[in-house]
């Protein structure tokens, strides 16, 4: 898609930037004109990207954090400050989970994970630029939640610390819309429903992605490009009174 230039001059923190969803967003509000914090704990990722965004004429600053860290995301906050003064846009794109367990499979270590890396982090990096956007009376907040929160995948098993983080992830944001509002920010999420992303391939084996297409009311599945593209949206002037919603964008799949 074509450069409109809809973020140009604004500053957008991407968390989980190396790859996937985050990445294409970074991609899409830096080709938007948002100078773009490439956020992931995986740095050669956070890297990469940061490098393929700037040879596109974007600008790009690469940090490396585990935002389940309170100090790491302060720090995280206070290095984006320090490059642009300021900070317009927050994606919570950290979350996911690396297999598929029933519950009598799961530790209360491995629930304590998931649901930290789907839920605190957006809550620390919430916290960390509310004040900022509070001072300016003006910001969008965009977490990437699932439609594993808003219901079980009706064509695939679902995996229960993950739902519950996401589900937990769209109150979150709907109460924080509510809070918030006031001060001209905006709070929404997004439900990706099953994505071709690294993640999906890696815990779900080709006949199962398969199913899901057939199954899709469009017989697809979407790409990371797609959520991409609802973000920017919600990131934008269009966007400036819609709050506190959960955008699915997900082929139908889930239809509520």
Not at 38 to 64: S, T
Not at 96 to 125: H, M, Y
Not at 217 to 233: H, I, Q, S, Y
């Amino acid at each position: 898609m074509a450069a409109t230039g809809r973020l140009s001059g604004l500053t957008a923190i991407v968390t989980a930037a190396g790859q996937g969803l985050g990445e294409a967003i970074a991609k899409t509000f830096a080709r938007e004109g948002a100078g773009v914090a490439v956020v992931d704990i995986n740095l050669p990722e956070a890297q990469r990207v940061g490098a393929e965004i700037e040879a596109a004429g974007g600008a790009a600053l690469v940090l490396q954090a585990d935002v389940t860290r309170s100090q790491e995301v302060a720090a995280m906050v206070k290095a984006v400050v320090d490059r642009w003064e300021t900070v317009d846009i927050l994606v919570n794109g950290a979350g996911g989970f690396d297999r598929l367990a029933p519950i009598t499979d799961i530790s209360e270590e491995e629930w304590d994970r998931v649901i930290n890396l789907n839920l605190k982090t957006a809550f620390l990096c919430t916290k960390a630029v509310a004040g900022i956007m509070i001072e300016k009376k003006k910001g969008r907040i965009i977490s990437i939640a699932s439609g594993a929160g808003v219901g079980p995948n009706p064509y695939a098993p679902s995996y229960l610390p993950y739902g519950a983080g996401k589900a937990g992830l769209i109150g979150f944001t709907k109460l924080l819309a509510r809070d918030i509002g006031v001060y001209g920010i905006t709070a929404n999420t997004i439900s990706p429903g099953t994505t071709l992303t690294p993640r999906v391939r890696k815990v779900r084996d080709a006949a199962s992605i398969e199913k899901i297409k057939a199954q899709n009311p469009m017989r697809c599945l979407v790409e990371p490009e797609d959520t991409a593209e609802a973000a920017l949206f919600l990131a934008s002037d269009a966007a400036c009174h819609i709050t506190g919603i959960n955008m699915n964008v997900n082929a139908g799949n889930l239809i509520v």
